[in-house]
């Protein structure tokens, strides 16, 4: 008996909104983790401590990238493959992209 082909869907566009949401949070907290480091090391940390200003970084920085990175996710998601010859560059014009209709 033959088993049947399975074709994979696409995510939603709330499904696309949360896994750049999570992408976003992680590279924000290791920027954060990286510079708040830093700014730690070279002035100080400051009348709050070392841990509060760490994490101040760290979630100020994860909320920024997830927000932009959600955001741009679904934007370039819900943009049509049709309208892909707008985003090329015109010195690029010999590349064919060719998409299945």
């Known amino acids: 008996m033959a088993t049947p082909v399975r074709h ?3 995510p939603t566009v709330w499904q696309k909104c949360k896994m750049g949401a999570l992408m976003g949070g992680g590279v924000g907290l290791t920027i954060g983790f990286i510079f708040g ?3 730690i090391l070279r002035s100080g940390a400051g009348p709050r ?6 994490s ?4 100020s920085s ?3 990238f997830s927000f932009f990175l959600a955001i741009g996710s679904v934007r370039v998601s819900l943009g049509s493959k049709k309208c ?10 010999v590349v064919k992209i060719g998409y299945p209709e």
């Open 62 to 64: 994860a909320a920024t």
């Open 56 to 59: 101040q970084y760290m979630l």
């Open 49 to 54: 401590g070392f841990l509060a200003t760490l």
């Open 8 to 10: 994979m869907q696409e």
């Open 84 to 93: 892909l010859h707008k985003l090329r560059s015109p010195w690029v014009s």
């Open 37 to 39: 480091s830093y700014s």
